[in-house]
């Protein structure tokens, strides 16, 4: 159990529940889920909480939470999916540049200025204006999008690694750049990446939201948080309820993801000693002395 007490002492213990609540909503939704989220009943059109819609139906009798706990498996099948393959080639690329540098680093770091140039909502947007809007175009739309994000960050952690003596000795022994590449830069700028995806699955989060709220994303009847907002408008004054509860959940799993990135990203950082510790780090070093 050292590794459970590990994770509990970086993450702690309120963003550890609030983020794995969300996970397991997601993994298991199709379980816990009472209804069957695209199913209508219109005799139980807009009804509001009673014992068989604990948290009442929309317009077209859509069980709310059952809606709800789908909106939460689509987005963070999004955010995953986004995260996999952005980081992937974002790796890819960032590891190739930092290491070889040359022409091909010139090549990559244009690209990702272009990437920085334009902001990454705008670049969805234009994918799938063109593509057409569908959940799959989204996903594909956001991935491109963030790829530079994630290959600059990675050339510079390749970059700087590459230069240390370590590695120029295995170049000297006669490692091949794949080994070197594989077995001792990826690891380096592997750990570095998982930090920021943490910190940035709240970011995608609210992009997966915004592209279903402006109807490119999610389509119904597939539930999404973005998507039951905009659905749910014209109807804000009648029960604001189907309104609240998506931004409620949008804002909590956001909340969740910066503050496990918060965390994690602090654990990182060398942290003072306290007094107690160094006392008895002293006097061990005392005694080893005397003996």
Known sequence: MIWLRKTFHIVGWPTLLLVSSFAFIAIFGSVISPYDPTMQNLSHSMQSFSGDHWLGADNLGRDTLSRLIAGAQTTLLGVVTVLLLAGTVGMMLGTLAGYFGGWLDEIVMRFCDFGFSVPSLFVALAFVGVFGPSYGNMILALSI???????????????????????ESLRVLGASPARIIFRHLVPVALGQVLVYASADAGLLALAIANLSFLGLGVQPPQAE?????????????????????????????????????ER???????????????????AIFKKELEA
């Open 145 to 167: 999008a963030w790829v530079p994000i994630y290959a600059r960050l990675t050339r510079g952690v390749v970059a700087a690694a590459a230069s240390q003596a370590y590695i």
């Open 225 to 261: 948080w973005g998507q039951m907002l905009v659905s749910a408008m014209p109807y804000i004054q009648e029960a604001p309820r189907l309104v609240i509860l998506p931004g409620i959940a949008l804002t909590l799993l956001v909340i969740g993801f910066n503050l496990l990135g």
């Open 264 to 282: 994690i990203a602090l654990a990182k950082n060398p942290r003072a000693m306290s007094r107690r510790k160094l006392t008895l780090r002293r």
